[in-house]
């Protein structure tokens, strides 16, 4: 295989903009726009909204999502589902496994006699302000 190296490549530089257009999106990722598609039809994460007239615009999210797609497919030799059910499981393993509001309960829950210590310091500054 004369082009495997190629595959190897190191991810290229994302520029630093909001929104990307199909053609560079394949630029960057090194695939074919029709490749994109089809992998927008089989990948339900990736979903770029499209303006009024079908043009397709990707925020860098998506870019991210695409070359790690590519990496699956090409490096790893994933095959599609394959590929997908990785994705599902990264994103499920990488979530909190409380709900947000029980991950905070602890957050602004200090002892009282830190309470009592930060009123004092906190009165000792307002005397300062007057």
């Known amino acids: 295989m004369a082009d495997a190296g190629v595959n190897r490549q190191e991810a290229p530089e994302i520029p630093d903009k909001l929104y990307f257009r199909i053609g560079e999106v394949s630029r960057l990722v090194g695939v074919k726009p029709y490749v994109l598609r089809y992998w927008e039809t089989e990948f339900p994460s990736l979903a770029p909204k ?40 990264a ?21 009282a006699a830190d309470l009592a210590e930060i009123r004092k310091e906190l009165a000792a500054i307002l005397e300062l302000m007057k």
């Open 50 to 89: 499209k303006s009024g007239t079908g043009q397709r615009s990707y925020r860098r999210r998506e870019v991210e999502l695409l070359l790690e797609i590519k990496r699956l497919l090409y490096e790893k030799r994933y095959t599609i589902e394959g590929a997908r059910r990785y994705l599902e499981n």
């Open 91 to 111: 994103g499920k393993s990488q979530r909190p496994r409380s709900s947000p509001k029980e991950a905070q309960g602890d957050l602004f829950a200090a002892p």
